[in-house]
């Protein structure tokens, strides 16, 4: 289909979904967009070879950004520069468009998500034994979002063994399976990617959502599930080539539905637990009692809250959810019983889904950075009252430590200030004992450690970015490796065993 028979196909849905013609002027910014857009981002916005263009999956670019992004284009990408093809209104007419919700709500269910499927090469093809010498369960994988690329890194070395490029806006967390073989990411966007670490490749891609939330791989390797903003879904997949299994419609009893916060695997249950934005509930999908074949998963176990819980953590026993609502009170959920245990008033915005836990006094604490508020608060897992608040430099976003370091590592990510500084949290003494700063000037966020805790890496978040190795127990620095704005890189050895000082 050419490209003006493409604009007048797409002027006709318009004047049929909005029930009049659009104004001359949006007529003139949609065959802009059809003519030099619709190839890459999809006629209707959902996406193609480039990313979708839709409010809510571009909540990482800022409107001045995108102006200088569709007249400079965008390095090491497919993006290319229209400002010498454009005039500067059209321009501003285009990023206007893209931050307009769509007229019609778009469908992307079970058949969407199926016609989507791309099998780059069947895993049963595929060497079992790596291609290259490196200790397997101390690899890194390092998401780099200036140019949308994952680089996997030896973490004995500290050298790049391959880099690759990723769909755009990878969000959630990369996940693995429990061998540690595959990494399996989330984009914005909602593909899902299933790549070989041994083999070093992509082997099979697809899109779950449009806008999604993250994924999470269940304990035993045989699913994933996907929680979407949009639509308002969970999907559950199979992980050995990524073919849909089912897409379980998010809504209360009334109908209401919801996007979904976030999914995580709670392995010692063999299940998913998912907290949900818009409905008081959480839910719990088992996949305890399907069978290698299965290909349904059971009606979802519903305990209703009294409050929303925006994201959670669960307690080591994996026996109860703490989780945060909108108003910063803390929620601890039984998942046996679905009963609310405790409360706990937390300030400003508690990112609970960056916690940690460590032992503390002979009791298990839990820790939490703060999305608003310069503090860290320490909880008794036990009685569920707060131990402590630390002071901190301003609001934060990741907190990292490991069973092998006395410390656990801080950043002012969402700092008006100091945004350039880690900071070292003692966890006997529960203070502030030492104040990093990777790069003066530059944003430093999202550390992580090797297998043994000996070595924590911090990133440089900025696209002329890096990795900053540091001894974890000297504090001094050991090595730079430049990376393009890496946004967070995860060791394959504490993810798969769960450590105490990681998100899981």
């Given amino acids: 289909m050419n490209a003006a028979l493409i604009s007048r196909v797409f ?70 520069a229209f400002g010498a093809l454009l005039s500067s209104q059209e321009i501003s007419a285009l990023a206007e468009m893209i931050y307009t919700p769509l007229a019609k709500t778009p469908t992307w269910g079970m058949d969407e998500i199926r016609a989507s499927r791309i ?84 082997v099979a891609e697809i899109r779950a959502g449009i806008n999604a939330r993250n994924l999470a791989v269940s304990s035993d390797g045989r699913f994933a599930m996907v929680a979407n903003n949009f639509p308002h879904t969970l999907v559950a ?27 995580y695997d709670a392995g010692p249950r063999k299940s998913f637990v ?45 026996e109860h959810v703490f989780g945060s609502s909108r108003g910063g009170q803390g929620r601890v959920v039984n998942l046996n019983s679905g009963v609310k245990v405790a409360a706990v008033d937390l300030p400003g915005l508690p990112h609970l889904g960056s916690g940690i836990t460590w032992n503390y006094q002979g009791m298990p604490v839990m820790a939490t950075p703060n999305l608003k508020d310069g503090v860290v608060s320490v909880i008794d897992m036990g009685s569920w009252k707060i131990i402590k608040q630390v002071p901190t430099l301003g609001p934060g976003f ?30 006997k003494t529960l203070e502030i004992v030492k104040e990093l700063k990777p790069v003066p000037g530059k944003v430093a966020a999202h550390t992580e450690f090797t297998r043994d805790g000996k070595y924590a890496l911090v990133s440089v978040w900025e696209n002329d970015g890096e990795l900053v190795v540091y001894n974890a127990s000297t504090l001094e620095v050991v090595k730079r490796i430049k990376m393009n704005k890496p946004s967070g890189k995860y060791n394959v050895f504490n993810k798969i065993t769960r450590s105490e000082g990681t998100s899981h």
Avoid at 21 to 28: K, M, V
Avoid at 237 to 260: A, E, M, N, Q, Y
Wanted: proline fraction near 6%; include cysteine; aromatic fraction near 10%.
């Fill in 237 to 263: 997949l199979d992980t050995r080539d990524l073919s849909p299994i089912r897409v379980i419609d998010v809504k209360d009893d009334s109908g209401k539905s919801s996007r979904v916060s976030a999914v």
């Fill in 274 to 318: 998912a907290a949900l934005k818009d409905i008081p509930e959480v839910w719990e999908l088992s996949y305890a009692e399907i069978s290698p074949q299965g290909s349904e998963f059971a009606a979802p176990r519903r305990i209703k809250l009294d409050d929303y819980l925006d994201d959670f953590f669960f307690d080591p026993s994996y």
């Fill in 11 to 80: 002027l006709g849905l318009v004047v049929g979904v909005m029930g009049a013609p659009a104004s001359r002027a949006e007529t003139d910014t949609q065959q802009v967009y059809q003519t030099h857009c619709a190839s890459c981002h999809g006629v209707d916005r959902l996406g193609g070879a480039g990313p979708a263009l839709l409010p809510g999956n571009l909540e990482r670019l800022r409107r001045p950004d995108a102006l200088k992004t569709i007249a400079q284009g965008r390095q090491a990408t497919q993006m290319p």
């Fill in 119 to 202: 099998e780059h090469v069947k895993a049963a093809s595929l060497p079992n034994k790596p291609v290259f010498k490196a200790d397997l369960l101390n690899l890194f994988v390092v998401v780099e979002i200036g140019d949308h690329h994952a680089t996997i890194l030896d973490g004995d070395k500290f050298e790049a063994i391959a880099r690759f490029p990723t769909r755009y806006a990878l969000h959630g967390g990369p996940k693995f399976s429990p061998d540690g073989r595959y990494v399996y990411f989330a984009s914005r966007d909602g593909w899902i990617a299933k790549y070989d670490i041994w083999n070093l490749t992509l």
């Fill in 398 to 427: 990741f907190m990292r430590s490991h069973e092998n370091t006395p410390y656990a590592w801080v950043d002012v990510f969402n700092g008006q200030k100091n945004r350039d500084v880690i900071q070292i949290l003692d966890k």
